[in-house]
């Protein structure tokens, strides 16, 4: 049974940091790339940053270049999110997804961690 656990959220002011963390099970960690996405009140799931398998690989989304660095343990089948210079706007729900991994692995979905930025 795959499973996905978040963690890290919380409230925090504007221009503070957070590290959000990622515990997967139920499937090889470190044979699929991870991703972070964020889902903001109203708005559509959208996606944060991807690292593949190896870690070699990174990609991040426009809004958050430069602030924020995602990075993984294979030995601890853990992805991390470092967020730094937050702002209200990246106030959101946090999840991770082996979203390029098989439909039978990327279908789940943790609880997700919230994140609140606000002075």
């Known amino acids: 049974q795959v499973q996905l656990v978040e963690s890290g959220g919380g409230l925090v002011q504007p221009g503070g940091s957070l590290r959000l963390s990622c515990a997967a099970s139920?499937?090889?960690?470190?044979?699929?790339?991870m991703s972070w996405y964020r889902q903001a009140p109203g708005k559509e799931r959208e996606l944060v940053a991807r690292?593949?398998?190896?870690?070699?690989?990174?990609d991040y989304a426009d809004s958050v270049k430069g602030r924020f660095t995602i990075s993984r343990d294979n030995n601890k089948n853990t992805v991390y999110l470092q967020m730094n210079s937050l702002k209200p706007e990246d106030t959101a729900v946090y999840y991770c997804?082996?979203?390029?991994?098989?439909?039978?692995?990327?279908?789940?979905w943790g609880q997700g961690t919230q994140v609140t930025v606000s002075s």
């Open positions: 997804n082996a979203d390029r991994a098989p439909w039978g692995i990327r279908r789940y």
């Open positions: 139920g499937f090889t960690f470190s044979s699929y790339p």
């Open positions: 690292i593949s398998s190896a870690g070699s690989t990174i």
